[in-house]
């Protein structure tokens, strides 16, 4: 049995698989296994892939396609191995990426994953960023890092990852259902449970594709929409299975009171980390301080912690529900207080909602109907 089995999910990437796939034979550590399956590319992507693997490959194609989760979950279940990395058939491995991870797992038995800093390539190849800043990560203890997911967002490279498996199988694979950042919150779930360390080189080149061909990568309109929806599931189940004192180790620094320690006062702490908006995706957090009070507010000793250690009543959190605005009804009644009630302001407000106070179409427009002020 390989000491590595390598997940290789491809899907339509003809100019790109054979580049991929040479990285991962250029390795300077051999001992491993290739996991290949193809999602029914309809390009010569599967055509390369028969081509170049020459030794240690394990081949699949599906007959139609079944989406990314699907996919990388059949390399998954059939990987054999100790460790199991991953490689996307659009980015590529320098030759000691496989050494050095391995050599850093087998000297630290307590680390459970180890990733690396990585350069981006573009469609051609090209080096955009040498040694991109995002991943360009210092070590953490796993409560640190579960602080600076909350605060700063996703900065590991996936396809920098070599994990051991008994990690998968104790936190569980990445979500089946999610498109954008399945691969963020496996890594939630892995630092709760296992330290982790980054290699402080560069030993992946990792794809971003912005003309043409896109990625999941991409910064697509869709892509984007669809990763924010995705962010509010993974908030909503962030603080899953944490215990006080790892909630305490990784935000205590950030506790209105520093001095919190029992569970009812880590509990406002909870309310008043969400309500701070300090998540990185900005407006998100409120909603769920909201939620999150209203689970909490009736159960025994809560209400008094609020009151005598934050002096912070149930009427401080009504005035916080009314400005938790989901429908920006706010700023509508501040659009309606400033252009009136008449049928001609309505008019008017109508043509701002849809062209944009500041559009010059909505100038031209204004102007037609005889309107002197915009």
């Known amino acids: 049995m390989a000491r590595v089995s390598i997940m290789f999910p491809s899907y339509n990437h003809e100019p790109y698989v054979r580049e991929a796939l040479e990285s991962i034979y250029a390795q300077t550590f051999t001992d491993f296994e290739i996991v ?7 390009d010569r992507t599967y055509d390369i892939i028969q081509e170049v693997c020459r030794e240690k490959a394990k081949l699949h194609r599906f007959e139609k396609n079944v989406g990314a989760s699907v996919n990388g979950r059949y390399c998954y279940d059939h990987c054999d191995s100790e460790f199991i990395a991953l490689l996307n058939s659009d980015d ?3 030759k000691r990426h496989l050494e050095k991870a391995v050599e850093y797992l087998d000297a630290h038995p307590e680390c459970g994953a180890v990733f690396s800093w990585c350069s981006l390539i573009d469609e051609n190849s090209k080096v955009i960023d040498n040694n991109a800043e995002v991943f360009r990560q210092k070590n953490r203890t796993k409560e640190e890092w579960f602080q600076h997911f909350f605060t700063y967002g996703n900065c590991l490279a996936h396809p920098s990852m070599v994990i051991r498996k008994s990690v998968y199988e104790d936190v569980g694979f990445y979500s089946m259902s999610m498109r954008q950042i399945p691969d963020f919150e496996e890594w939630i779930r892995v630092i709760k449970k296992y ?14 594709c912005n003309i043409g061909m896109t990625n999941t990568s991409s910064p697509t309109v869709t892509n984007s929409i669809r990763d924010i929806n995705e962010h509010y599931y993974m908030l909503e189940h962030y603080f899953d299975g944490v215990s006080d004192e790892y909630f305490k180790k990784a935000f205590g620094s950030m506790f209105v009171n520093k001095d919190a320690s ?20 900005k407006d998100v957090s409120p909603i769920f301080a909201f939620m999150f009070f209203n689970e909490i507010y009736a159960l025994p000793g809560v209400k008094e912690t609020f009151d005598e250690k934050y002096n912070f009543s149930i009427a401080d959190f009504h005035r916080f529900g009314s400005e938790v605005d989901l429908y920006g009804l706010n700023k509508t009644a501040e659009q309606q207080q400033a252009y009136g009630n008449t049928k001609r302001d309505r008019l008017r407000y109508l043509a701002w909602g849809i062209l944009g106070k500041d559009s010059n179409l909505y100038r031209r427009v204004m102007s037609f109907f005889g309107f002197s002020r915009f």
């Open 262 to 281: 029992t569970h009812e006062e880590l509990l406002c702490e909870r309310f008043f980390l969400l309500k701070s908006n300090v998540f990185h995706l």
């Open 195 to 208: 330290e982790i360390y980054v290699i402080p080189e560069t030993l992946v080149k990792h794809r971003r």
């Open 36 to 42: 290949v399956s193809d999602d029914a590319s309809p």
């Open 92 to 94: 590529v491995w320098e």
